[in-house]
């Protein structure tokens, strides 16, 4: 049993550009030995991934929108033409309004939280069970999260509670896809400079927080997170399913910071 992705091909979905969480598990997938297939909204967006992903050998770029069923229907099925099948599947999408992730959790409005909740969370039931039906041998999905969902988080707000929500229907989806030999994972990294992170209020601040205070006196690293998911693409995470793997250097041990700090 190796960690190699020799002869399997996946999608990846919620490639921004090259500081990107999913462009970091990309790239390792890609040096791993995986064809790749991304996933973009819009014009803008394809030509940010476009480059990228032409610079690991891809030519396969669908159009997606996981909040329109059609769009996500005619993704799944160029992906089954074009392959047949798929192996793996990457969910790294998350949105909110940034002008809510800010101040207090009581001020997030009905139509932000509907927003969040189904981007953030409902797209990764919905893409599992398009991708489930072009993994005729099993394979792999894995989505993000982050310690907000189980740990206040200062400005982190409704994402808190889309990523609980996330948490649980990945083990929800890992419980119903296992039968079919699809595990379902996600990884949690700690805080990240990503054109994400940086749309929570004081983002700095906790980046450098976690980095002073974890057991490692470090944040997560793209390659730190890219090495997890070729884990739980692979052959060598064949048992593993419905874990959330915290890729945080340690900082979610932490009872309070470190005695200096304090």
Known sequence: MTISLNGKRGLIMGVANDRSIAWGIARAMHEAGAELAFSYQGEQLLKRVGPLAE?????????????????????????????????????????????????????????????????????????????????PDGGALMTMTYQGSTRVTPNYNVMGVAKAALESATRYLAADLGPQGIRVNAISPGPMKTLAGAAIAGARRTFKHTEANSPLRANATLEAIGGTAVYLASDAGACTSGEILRVDCGYHVMGMPILENL
Request: proline share 0%; charged share 25%; with cysteine.
């Open 55 to 135: 610079s690991l050998g891809s030519d396969l770029l669908v159009e997606s929108d996981v909040t329109d069923d059609a769009s996500l229907d005619a993704c799944f099925a160029e992906l089954a033409d074009r392959w047949g099948k798929i192996d793996f599947l990457v969910h790294a999408i998350a949105f909110s309004d940034k002008s809510e992730l800010t101040g207090r959790i009581t001020n997030t409005t009905r139509g932000n939280f509907r927003n969040s909740m189904e981007i953030s969370c409902y797209s990764f039931i919905d893409v599992s069970k398009r991708a489930a039906e072009i993994m």
